[in-house]
């Protein structure tokens, strides 16, 4: 699995737009990227996966360049409530060989 | 309802004990994996089951065995406790799929805190 380097934490303010960048300089034709959020005392959850180009959900969008050595998640207007550690990976294929999770990325949102 | 579930949340034991942790998921997904999480909050899969049948097993001390009764269950036994065990175990279940389908999404569980005395 390709390793991924992202920050170990942000701090951002309610009602901004917080990005957060990873790279993964080695990832394969066939990963897929995508990002995890995990609360204290929680099991992580799924946010967005993208293969290439932009991805848009509910929560977030994923921006991926054409090289794919990077990826940077956006969360629009934050709250306090999206404090918690964000994990970037790439996941081979399917991702049923399971994930990698590094440290993460601790955002913490301010009033 | 709980999507997937983990008992017990909480485990306390004495070293050299033989415990196990159970994980269940009313998904309908065919792969389920476990996930150990140290203290320094690194997440590392330890096991992977598609349609009861172990398709990972990463570099984990034999003591550790899982156990597939059906596709919405794997629990976990842990034999011979011993203090690096003491961590948070994470149960997680998707879809299987290969390249190029999408990536299926992995759901967690809630973790299972074990300290081992």
């Known amino acids: 699995l390709a390793k991924t380097t992202q920050p170990i934490s942000m701090d951002s303010y309610e009602g901004q737009e917080v990005n957060i960048t990873c790279s993964h300089n080695n990832i394969a034709t066939n990963d897929y990227i995508t990002w995890y959020q995990q609360f204290p005392s929680q099991g992580p959850r799924f946010i967005i996966q993208?293969?290439?180009t932009k991805v848009t959900n509910e929560v977030a969008s994923l921006f991926i360049p054409a090289d794919r050595k990077s990826s940077t998640l956006s969360l629009p207007r934050v709250s306090l409530s999206d404090t918690a550690v964000y994990y970037c990976?790439?996941?081979?294929?399917?991702?049923?060989?399971?994930?990698?999770f590094g440290k993460g990325t601790h955002l913490i949102i301010q009033p | 309802d709980t999507a997937v579930s983990q008992t017990p949340k909480y485990l306390v034991t004495q070293m050299g004990n033989d415990k196990s942790i159970k994980c269940e998921q009313n998904l309908g997904h065919d792969t389920m994996y476990w996930y150990k999480q140290d203290s320094k909050k690194f997440l590392k899969i330890m096991f992977s089951y598609n349609n009861k049948e172990l398709i990972i097993n990463e570099t984990v001390p034999n003591r550790f065995s899982p156990k597939s009764p059906d596709k919405a269950h794997l629990n976990l036994h842990i034999n011979s406790l011993e203090l690096g065990d003491s961590a948070v175990y994470f149960c997680?279940?998707?879809?299987?799929?290969?390249?190029?389908?999408?990536?299926?999404?992995?759901?967690f569980g809630p973790g299972t805190r074990l300290t081992v005395l």
């Open positions: 993208g293969y290439k």
């Open positions: 990976l790439v996941a081979e294929g399917g991702g049923a060989d399971g994930l990698t």
């Open positions: 997680a279940s998707s879809l299987f799929g290969d390249f190029p389908s999408s990536y299926n999404e992995q759901f």
